[in-house]
């Protein structure tokens, strides 16, 4: 199991649940075409997300799956990639724990997006 030490600025769980879709992208280092799945996400950092979906992903080793999440954040829309870090099996639904795989230009804005997403929330 990966293990991922949390040293992120900061960590916003959304009081609303923000809607996403998602796609699997490979698995265990194979290529893989997925249709898209809908989930919410939870909370986000500059990081990573979790995502809630009732969908159960086939997760043979943890760090072994890449997805695309595809989700609006105040007017922008983001589409990040990541990998399955950890997995929670929930009664009906599964929480998944997502680390970014980004560039710093899109980090950046996914920062300032989430400062004002915030700032608005709190308003």
């Known amino acids: 199991m990966i293990r991922f030490k949390r040293h992120e600025g900061f960590r916003f ?8 879709i998602f796609t699997i992208e ?11 799945g809908m989930a919410t996400m939870m909370d ?3 990081n990573g997300l ?11 080793k943890l760090g072994q799956v890449k997805i695309s999440v595809r989700f609006q954040l105040n007017e922008t829309m983001f ?4 990998m399955i870090i950890w997995r929670e099996d929930k009664y009906n639904h599964f929480l998944y724990g997502v680390h970014f795989s980004i560039d710093e230009r899109v ?16 308003d």
């Open 79 to 82: 589409q990040v990639h990541g």
């Open 26 to 36: 490979e698995v265990n280092g194979n290529v893989v075409e997925t249709s898209e």
């Open 50 to 60: 979790k995502l809630n979906t009732p969908l159960n992903i086939p997760i043979s």
């Open 107 to 122: 980090q950046e804005d996914l920062i300032r997006n989430i400062k004002s997403y915030v700032k608005s929330a709190t």
């Open 13 to 20: 769980t959304f009081n609303t649940p923000i809607p996403a």
């Open 44 to 46: 986000i950092s500059p």
